[in-house]
């Protein structure tokens, strides 16, 4: 797996490396500062597999160089690793706002790094020579359009994320005790209808235009949205309650958003999308993996409670 690691300490990046060797990823580049880290990338003649970079950087801060990483296509699904002494509520948000699929707390543990390393690889790390291959053309017969089911990155909203960085976001602020946080889940009604008459790409606009409506108009404070793939969003916010009458009218109001943007399919057909909130939860965990499960079980509640409707086993 090839590692881009960037930090502006010298004495950092090579206990990162040493670190890094012992597990076997011996495939490492170094960078002392987002600009040499930018004419690294530029001059690759593949893409890195993932990067591990600091926060609080002199000059341009690792916050701005994920950034622009991300806006290149072949790294737009890479692994990006934030690395910082703070693990301030502040710094994780900023982190994950500028596409960090992960955050990890200087000074890194060994044991702790290996694992999310090994994760990587074992996801594929997101880019690398695949990635790289797929950017000439190659290999296009591997790439597949994502079902239903599948959870899709949401293009060009402020505060979406992936499903697995809104987990590890979790997990991070889960870490103190003094970080409250909330899940609220919204799924689409006849979501799976809409994936089925639309392509790839009107389908993904859909999600977009349904995850500014719910941002604008749940108003919850430090949101991050991602969509989980079977119609479902969902929102991890600060600690906030939402009574039933401000949840009816949430969900009245992003519904009337909807309707008035008139949607259409490839074909101009209209389309008519509506949107269920569903009840608010307090991540009440007593550590990091309690909250994460307790985040997918709302996922997984949506779901089934979606489909009960459906059934007509409830009223929706």
Not at 172 to 183: C, T
Not at 244 to 268: F, V, Y
Request: glycine share 6%; hydrophobic share 45%; proline share 3%.
């Amino acid at each position: 797996m090839k590692i881009l690691a960037v930090d502006d300490d010298p004495f950092f990046l090579e206990i990162l490396e040493a670190m890094l060797d012992t597990g076997g990823f011996n495939d490492v580049t170094s960078a002392v500062s987002a600009q040499q880290a930018a004419q690294i990338v530029s001059s690759a003649a593949q893409p890195f597999d993932c990067a591990f970079i600091d926060l609080r950087m002199p000059e341009i801060e690792g916050d701005y160089l994920c950034r622009w990483l991300r806006r290149l296509p072949e790294y737009h699904d890479a692994s990006i690793v934030m690395l910082t002494a703070s693990g301030k509520k502040e710094d994780v948000q900023r982190a994950f706002m500028s596409g960090a699929s992960d955050y990890i707390t200087k000074p890194v543990d060994a044991t702790e790094l290996l694992s999310r390393a090994r994760q990587i690889a074992l996801a594929g790390g997101g880019s690398g020579a695949r990635s790289g291959a797929m950017a000439d053309g190659a290999g296009a017969a591997d790439q597949r359009a994502p079902t239903y089911f599948d959870p899709i990155q949401i293009e060009g909203v402020k505060r979406s994320v992936k499903l697995d960085a809104l987990a590890n976001y979790v997990a991070q602020l889960s870490r103190s005790s003094e970080n409250k946080l909330s899940v609220v889940t919204f799924h689409m009604r006849e979501g799976a209808e809409l994936h089925r008459r639309c392509s790839p790409e009107a389908f993904t606009r859909v999600l977009a235009a349904t995850a500014r409506a719910i941002l604008a108009h749940a108003r919850l404070p430090h949101p991050f949205i991602a969509y989980c793939g079977s119609g479902v969003f969902l929102i991890v916010s600060d600690a906030a309650a939402i009574s039933t009458e401000q949840r009816d009218a949430i969900e009245t109001a992003i519904n009337a958003e909807l309707s008035a943007q008139a949607l259409a399919d490839d074909a101009g057909r209209a389309i008519d999308v509506t949107v269920m909130m569903m009840e608010s939860h307090r991540l009440g965990g007593r550590n990091e993996q309690q909250n994460v499960t307790a985040m997918y079980r709302a996922i997984e509640n949506a779901e089934q409670e979606t489909l009960s409707i459906r059934l007509g086993l409830v009223s929706g």
